[in-house]
Every structure is written in structure tokens, then in C-alpha cells.
């Protein structure tokens, strides 16, 4: 686990119809607060577009898929710039996404610990986080290494 994240400033928010198991189709929106250093998770069958900052654009949004070969995989996706950045903003954002993301999968992992009490095997799971930017140097797919990682 990674050892700047501290549970006790983890909020968890389990959304309408996330007391399903279904592994498939989970969502997570991971957001935070820069005052307090508070972590807000919400886990469900869809986004959670409520809890997201426009104007930042700091969330970190994963869902649960398959390969092509039904292989399961956690992929995440943390919004760069769309053109409302300039190009040193946007590498800035970059570099702090990157920086910050073993802390966002620590807390999310945590956060779903029933899901992979129930699903072990998830543990093993592949990590990818796709960076969504305009800027090509910053427009690109990363490995994570999986779960177990970050228990």
C-alpha cells in the first residue's frame, strides 16, 4: 500500500445498484479535496458526475473491463487537457497525475475491499490508465501494475 495514503481520510460513497457484485461495468470516480487532503470514492454501475470539479478536472474515473481475450482489467482515465490548457499547464497536469495515481489506486482498492474479498483473482488484474490530452507527448496509455500492489 502506498504509504501516503491514510484510510481514515477515505470517504467511501456506494451509489444506487454498487451493492451488486457484478465485477463488469464497476465504476469508480476518485476525487479530492486540496484543502483537506480528503479522498472521496464513489462506487457504482455509472460515474459519478455529481462529485466531479469541472473547472479542475482532477477526478480519476476506472471501470472494470475485459480484454479481447476475457481477461479482466482495471481501466482508468484521468482527463489532461482538452485545448482549455496551454501546453506547459498541461504537461504540469501530467506530471502530477503521474505522481499522484499510486495514491488514487491504493485508495480505491481499498475503498472496493469487498469486491476483491469476493473476487480474489482481481488482485492479479491488469492496471492501465489512459492520459486524455491534445498534446500527443502527454495523450497516452500507462501500466499500473495490478491491485495486489497497492493492498
Known sequence: ??????????HVNCLPSSSSMQVYGR?????????TGDLFLSI?????LKG?????????????????????????????????????????RFLIFQR???LALSAIIYGDQRLFRQYPELLDANIF?????????????????TPRYYT
Open 1 to 10: 500500500m502506498n504509504p501516503d495514503f491514510n484510510p481514515s481520510k477515505l
Open 27 to 35: 465504476k469508480y470516480t476518485l476525487t479530492h479535496s486540496d484543502t
Open 44 to 48: 457504482g454501475y455509472h460515474y459519478d
Open 52 to 92: 466531479i470539479n469541472v473547472s479542475k478536472r482532477d477526478e480519476v474515473l476506472a471501470e472494470w473491463m475485459t480484454t479481447k481475450k476475457g481477461a479482466p482489467i482495471l481501466s482508468g482515465n484521468v482527463y489532461v487537457s482538452g485545448g482549455e490548457f496551454d501546453e506547459q499547464t498541461a504537461q504540469r
Open 100 to 102: 499522484e495515481l499510486n
Open 129 to 145: 490508465i489512459h492520459f486524455n490530452s491534445i498534446f500527443p507527448a502527454f495523450n497516452q496509455t500507462m501500466y499500473y501494475r
